[in-house]
């Protein structure tokens, strides 16, 4: 765990090295992004009564590309925040702050 600084906010980068990938989430105290292994259709369905603000990006193997990555998916509950699909990562955790 790291803290990283954008826009003067402060967020805490996760990253767990597994074999043969990486685990990568960037939190705030609202919500977070994350790597590909994130469901978001598991917090948009199951999950929904928890109103989970987080947002997806694929294909991403450091935080700095989890941060610049467009994001693929988003759940509801960041979409209220105005978080979108294709929106950066970057964009999405101001809006998460």
Not at 50 to 74: K, M, Y
């Amino acid at each position: 765990m790291t803290p990283i600084k954008i826009n003067d906010f402060t967020f805490t980068a996760i990253t767990v090295r597994l074999p043969k990938t990486n685990f990568l989430a960037v939190t705030s105290d609202k919500g977070y992004i994350m790597c590909g292994a994130l469901d978001v259709a598991l917090l948009n369905e199951k999950l929904k009564d928890r109103r989970i603000i987080a947002g997806r990006a694929v294909g991403v193997r450091t935080i700095e590309q989890l941060i610049e990555a467009p994001l693929e998916s988003v759940t509801y509950e960041a979409e209220s925040l105005g978080i979108t699909v294709g929106m950066s990562g970057r964009d999405a955790l101001l809006r998460m702050k």
